[in-house]
C-alpha cells in the first residue's frame, strides 16, 4: 500500500513563491515506475489537472500554470515536487499529489495553498 504525505502549503502573497512535497512510503524502489502528479481543487470548483510527470520523466502542464510551476522527481528520496513561482490569487486551492501504477491509484491527504494580500 504507497501512502503519499503533502507538505509545503501555506499562505503566501500574490507573486510569492511555494514548493510542495510529496513523499511516498510503503513503495521502496518501485517508486521509478510511477508516474506521478498533481492536482488541486478550489472551493466549489471541480478538481483540475496542475502536472504530471511519467516515469519516464515527460512532463506536462495545466495551461494556466505554463511558465509559473516546476514540477519534478526524486526517484532516491521518492518524492515529486512542485515548485510554484508568481502565484496568483486563483491558484487557491487544496493541491494532492497523485501515483499511477498499473491500474491502481493512490491520492495524498491534500495541502492548503492560499494566495491572497
Known amino acids: 500500500q504507497v501512502q503519499l504525505v503533502e507538505s509545503g502549503g501555506g499562505l503566501v502573497q500574490p507573486g510569492g513563491s511555494l514548493r510542495l512535497s510529496c513523499a511516498a512510503s510503503?513503495?521502496?524502489?518501485?517508486?521509478?515506475?510511477?508516474?506521478m502528479g498533481w492536482y488541486r481543487q478550489a472551493p466549489e470548483k471541480s478538481g483540475d489537472l496542475v502536472a504530471t510527470i511519467t516515469r519516464g520523466g515527460r512532463i506536462n502542464y495545466a495551461d494556466s500554470v505554463k511558465g509559473r510551476f516546476t514540477i519534478a522527481r526524486d526517484n532516491a528520496k521518492n518524492t515529486v515536487y512542485l515548485q510554484m513561482n508568481r502565484l496568483k490569487p486563483e491558484d487557491t486551492a487544496v493541491y494532492y499529489c497523485?501515483?499511477?501504477?498499473?491500474?491502481?491509484?493512490?491520492w495524498g491527504q491534500g495541502t492548503q495553498v492560499t494566495v491572497s494580500s
Open positions: 510503503g513503495s521502496g524502489s518501485i517508486f521509478r515506475m510511477y508516474d
Open positions: 497523485k501515483v499511477h501504477y498499473l491500474v491502481w491509484d493512490y
